[in-house]
């Protein structure tokens, strides 16, 4: 009997912890399919003004984003650090470590838009096509205006997701896609007596909804949930040491999603080498692969401010259970989604070609994204998971291990027949990527397992 009601209330446990972490996690992965949304419109629409422009927005893609991730990255550290002092009941002592992470962003801010201006260099390096360079320039400088905001703003809201309300955000990121649609409209085609500036106008209306972001998100700084922060009672300069505590839990952060990011844009340069068709049918396997990716790392994100919460309340084993939960959904939706890629291959990559060639590849692919989706979700959710108790240096660790030393030259090798290898061409690139991260899960789970049964590790964390 005594068992039959453990088990009972084990499941009732799991069904509310569930609960929690679904009213978190659902308005994040609303939040980045909007921000997917924007991305999809300027593709979209410069994409149908010509073909150069689509060509250069695209290269300029490879640049801003990944060093884009890289500096807000660094304010990540913000959501845990404010989710800890949130379940310690401290919410009043974590404005003063947020005005110190708006000075980060500013900063970063502005390192950015020096890398941006300079990508002109970058782009000869590559040799890429003069004319789509120019395109991606002119994107590139145009965009560089929104950089100041832009990292304010993500700021902000890393700060409301680490005081767990999310929604606010999303409600951000939604309207941020309205408005983007038209913006594009004017400034691509010239409409309403708009000049028109083809890609260029892509990135006008990209700085144009980061300035729109950030008013939004400073009303919503002005609600009572957010003014206990006591984040605008006093100016504060720059204070190292609070600076530093952002930058030992959020460089690791920046570092690890660059790297991601960055080895994606690398395989995608060399796909690029075997032909149009093959990259074509890339470009559908991994913008699939991104959808798909969405809910585990918002189910990551949210399971981390649950876990912060209960760190910062003393409560590990409650972070504990979190983590177990999250770890249960993740790997239920991982087997259901890969289910669904094998059975609807055909059907999904006939939604974005018709062309034989590329359906023919794209659908074989999609057998390695279904086998792929098992590891990346896993590791998803628990990179979320280790934020939350501020362990992200060791994580970035295994990232770097799995990405780089070992899926890039093994999916390499095996594209194009290195060591005697039978050459693959494009299916190697993602085999190499699930070999990698079979390493990186098998890592994360072991580190998994130690810091949330690690009393002191915990402790030591906290306090960093």
Same mark, same amino acid.
């Given at each position: 009997?005594?068992?039959?009601?453990?088990?009972?209330?084990?499941?009732?446990?799991?069904?509310?912890?569930?609960?929690?972490?679904?009213?978190?996690?659902?308005?994040?992965?609303?939040?980045?399919?909007?921000?997917?949304?924007?991305?999809?419109?300027?593709?979209?629409?410069?994409?149908?003004?010509?073909?150069?422009?689509?060509?250069?927005?695209?290269?300029?893609?490879?640049?801003?984003?990944?060093?884009?991730?890289?500096?807000?990255?660094?304010?990540?550290?913000?959501?845990?650090?404010?989710?800890?002092?949130?379940?310690?009941?401290?919410?009043?002592?974590?404005?003063?470590?947020?005005?110190?992470?708006?000075?980060?962003?500013?900063?970063?801010?502005?390192?950015?838009?020096?890398?941006?201006?300079?990508?002109?260099?970058?782009?000869?390096?590559?040799?890429?096509?003069?004319?789509?360079?120019?395109?991606?320039?002119?994107?590139?400088?145009?965009?560089?205006?929104?950089?100041?905001?832009?990292?304010?703003?993500?700021?902000?809201?890393?700060?409301?997701?680490?005081?767990?309300?999310?929604?606010?955000?999303?409600?951000?990121?939604?309207?941020?896609?309205?408005?983007?649609?038209?913006?594009?409209?004017?400034?691509?085609?010239?409409?309403?007596?708009?000049?028109?500036?083809?890609?260029?106008?892509?990135?006008?209306?990209?700085?144009?909804?980061?300035?729109?972001?950030?008013?939004?998100?400073?009303?919503?700084?002005?609600?009572?949930?957010?003014?206990?922060?006591?984040?605008?009672?006093?100016?504060?300069?720059?204070?190292?040491?609070?600076?530093?505590?952002?930058?030992?839990?959020?460089?690791?952060?920046?570092?690890? #999603? *660059?790297?991601?990011?960055?080895?994606?844009? @690398?395989?995608?340069? +060399?796909?690029? $080498? /075997?032909? =149009?068709?093959?990259?074509?049918?890339?470009?559908?396997?991994?913008?699939?692969?991104?959808?798909?990716?969405?809910?585990?790392?918002?189910?990551?994100?949210?399971?981390?401010?649950?876990?912060?919460?209960?760190?910062?309340?003393?409560?590990?084993?409650?972070?504990?259970?979190?983590?177990?939960?999250?770890?249960?959904?993740?790997?239920?939706?991982?087997?259901?989604?890969?289910?669904?890629?094998?059975?609807?291959?055909?059907?999904?990559?006939?939604?974005?070609?018709?062309?034989?060639?590329?359906?023919?590849?794209?659908?074989?692919?999609?057998?390695?994204?279904?086998?792929?989706?098992?590891?990346?979700?896993?590791?998803?959710?628990?990179?979320?998971?280790?934020?939350?108790?501020?362990?992200?240096?060791?994580?970035? #660790? *295994?990232?770097?291990?799995?990405?780089?030393? @070992?899926?890039?030259? +093994?999916?390499? $090798? /095996?594209? =194009?027949?290195?060591?005697?290898?039978?050459?693959?061409?494009?299916?190697?690139?993602?085999?190499?990527?699930?070999?990698?991260?079979?390493?990186?899960?098998?890592?994360?789970?072991?580190?998994?397992?130690?810091?949330?049964?690690?009393?002191?590790?915990?402790?030591?964390?906290?306090?960093?």
């Amino acid at each position: 009997m005594n068992q039959a009601l453990s088990s009972v209330g084990s499941q009732r446990g799991f069904i509310k912890e569930t609960r929690a972490l679904v009213r978190l996690g659902a308005p994040m992965m609303a939040t980045q399919f909007c921000i997917m949304g924007m991305g999809f419109v300027d593709t979209a629409m410069a994409g149908h003004y010509a073909s150069v422009d689509l060509a250069g927005v695209t290269l300029a893609g490879f640049l801003l984003w990944p060093v884009f991730m890289l500096m807000t990255g660094l304010t990540n550290a913000i959501t845990p650090i404010v989710a800890q002092l949130t379940g310690a009941q401290r919410v009043g002592d974590s404005g003063a470590i947020v005005h110190q992470g708006l000075w980060v962003a500013l900063v970063t801010s502005l390192v950015t838009i020096a890398i941006l201006q300079n990508a002109l260099r970058f782009f000869e390096f590559l040799s890429a096509d003069p004319e789509v360079v120019e395109v991606a320039v002119a994107y590139l400088d145009a965009v560089a205006w929104g950089m100041p905001p832009g990292m304010i703003y993500v700021a902000l809201r890393y700060t409301s997701e680490g005081l767990g309300y999310t929604r606010p955000p999303m409600v951000i990121a939604f309207s941020a896609l309205c408005l983007n649609a038209p913006l594009n409209y004017v400034l691509i085609y010239g409409a309403w007596g708009f000049p028109e500036l083809g890609g260029e106008g892509c990135g006008w209306a990209t700085a144009a909804v980061m300035w729109f972001e950030l008013v939004l998100m400073i009303r919503v700084a002005r609600r009572p949930f957010f003014q206990r922060t006591r984040l605008f009672e006093q100016f504060r300069w720059p204070e190292a040491a609070a600076i530093s505590r952002i930058l030992k839990i959020g460089l690791p952060i920046g570092a690890a #999603v *660059f790297m991601e990011m960055a080895v994606y844009s @690398v395989i995608g340069f +060399l796909i690029a $080498a /075997l032909g =149009t068709s093959p990259q074509a049918a890339n470009g559908i396997a991994g913008n699939i692969n991104w959808m798909t990716y969405v809910l585990p790392m918002s189910l990551g994100a949210a399971a981390g401010i649950r876990v912060g919460f209960h760190v910062g309340g003393g409560d590990a084993e409650g972070a504990r259970h979190v983590a177990m939960t999250a770890m249960k959904l993740s790997l239920l939706y991982a087997v259901s989604v890969s289910v669904i890629l094998v059975v609807l291959r055909t059907a999904l990559v006939g939604i974005y070609t018709t062309d034989p060639a590329v359906i023919a590849i794209a659908v074989n692919l999609l057998i390695f994204i279904a086998v792929y989706q098992l590891v990346d979700d896993a590791i998803a959710t628990m990179d979320g998971i280790l934020r939350g108790y501020k362990d992200t240096r060791v994580p970035m #660790v *295994f990232g770097l291990l799995g990405y780089w030393l @070992v899926a890039l030259p +093994l999916g390499h $090798a /095996l594209a =194009t027949g290195w060591f005697g290898l039978p050459a693959i061409g494009v299916y190697g690139y993602w085999a190499g990527m699930t070999i990698g991260m079979l390493l990186v899960v098998g890592c994360l789970g072991i580190r998994l397992r130690r810091t949330t049964t690690d009393r002191a590790l915990i402790r030591r964390l906290a306090l960093s």
